[in-house]
């Protein structure tokens, strides 16, 4: 196992004139769930789409199962970001089956997965007709394909009930204690509370605090606030 599954430094992101990212580092520990937060235009789908290559930054390296950036390397990584996008006139189910055809994996994996994101009574239904939530369920569950080594996840609980995401919740600290790494990225800073074991929060395009999460306080909300306020830096 390397030391480290996904990490980037020094990545530095322009649309035009408008600094998105500056000089951005971030370094995450398999076994452990990392957060990625800040306000909304932070830069943080920006910074998860530099991760998996989407997106080429001005500056800055992306390290990926302890290598440089390869895409060969995505194989080993399930993702959930931005607007979803899936076959309209297919079945939730089906469309997953178009993924694991392609990953080698059997049928079944599309329902085990269907059932961990609550939508195991809606996999006959085609997925042109889920409301945003579904998709993003539907998205997640694509993700989780496979059990990656890696999951880079952008606001996974969207679309879950309160029982829902405490499931989730749960499934993913669990699934990173087997030596995987997740990222998530989350608004919902009372459930990071009990998810996440570090965090990285930018704002202002620049990083304002990486490490421990239980080095931020007992009052998350008020940290986040004293981040994230102010002038850029």
């Known amino acids: 196992m390397t030391d480290t599954q996904l990490a980037c430094r020094g990545v530095t992101v322009s649309f035009g004139d408008h600094h998105v990212l500056r000089d951005v580092s971030l370094t995450t520990t398999p076994g ?4 990625l937060l800040g306000p909304n ?6 910074l998860m789409s530099v991760l998996l290559g989407l997106i080429e930054p001005d500056a800055g390296e992306v390290t990926l199962m302890g ?5 060969s390397a995505l194989r080993h990584v399930g993702a959930s970001i931005n607007d979803p996008a899936f076959y309209s006139h297919l079945s939730a189910r089906n469309n997953l089956r178009v993924h694991t055809t392609l990953l080698g994996l059997p ?3 599309a329902d085990r ?3 961990l994101v609550g939508l195991q009574t809606a996999g006959k239904k085609k997925a042109g007709s889920f409301s945003t939530g579904m998709k993003g369920r539907l998205a997640l569950a694509q993700a989780l394909l496979g059990e990656p080594e890696v999951l880079i996840l952008d606001e996974p609980q ?3 009930d309160p029982e829902g995401i ?3 919740r749960d499934y993913l600290r669990e699934y ?3 030596g995987r790494t997740v990222l998530v990225s989350s608004h919902q800073l009372g459930e990071v509370l009990h998810m996440a074991d570090d965090a990285t929060v930018i704002a202002g395009g620049g990083v304002r605090f990486a490490g421990e999460l239980a080095e931020l306080g007992p009052n998350l909300e008020e940290s986040f606030f004293r981040l994230t306020s102010g002038d850029d830096r």
């Open 67 to 71: 290598q440089p950036f390869d895409r």
């Open 107 to 109: 049928d079944s994996e």
């Open 176 to 178: 990173a204690r087997a």
């Open 113 to 115: 997965v269907l059932e």
């Open 158 to 160: 969207n679309g879950l």
């Open 166 to 168: 405490a499931h989730l």
């Open 41 to 46: 235009g932070a830069g943080k789908s920006t």
């Open 32 to 35: 452990r769930v990392h957060a």
